[in-house]
């Protein structure tokens, strides 16, 4: 059964950074290509960053330079490095196998507010 815990959500001011993980069980994660994606209040599920089984990593353009995707295979975890946070970047986050958001987990809160 694919498992997919996030945590590391919180909420901090304008220009924090978190650290958001991922930990992946019941399935081969070093073959599977996996994607963060967000909803804001009152909106749909949001590409944020994708990382392949090669290990390339895409970026949507609003957080490009600020977050940075990772994994350790050896863990089976996928993190998500959010830097100069911004406002309009809180939501939950959700870690999704082979980018399909119908296999994310429960999802972990980002809240940027002063």
């Known amino acids: 059964e694919v498992q997919l815990v996030e945590s590391g959500g919180d909420w901090v001011q304008p220009g924090g950074s978190l650290r958001l993980s991922c930990a992946a069980s019941g399935f081969t994660f070093s073959m599977s290509d996996m994607c963060w994606v967000r909803q804001a209040p009152g909106k749909g599920l949001e590409w944020v960053s994708s990382i392949t089984k090669y290990g390339g990593t895409l970026y949507e353009d609003s957080v490009k330079g600020r977050f940075t995707i990772s994994r350790d295979i050896a863990k089976s975890t996928l993190y998500l490095q959010l830097n100069s946070l911004k406002t309009e970047d809180t939501a939950m986050y959700y870690c999704?196998?082979?980018?399909?958001?119908?296999?994310r987990g429960q999802g972990t809160q980002v809240t940027v507010s002063s």
């Open positions: 999704t196998k082979d980018c399909n958001y119908g296999i």
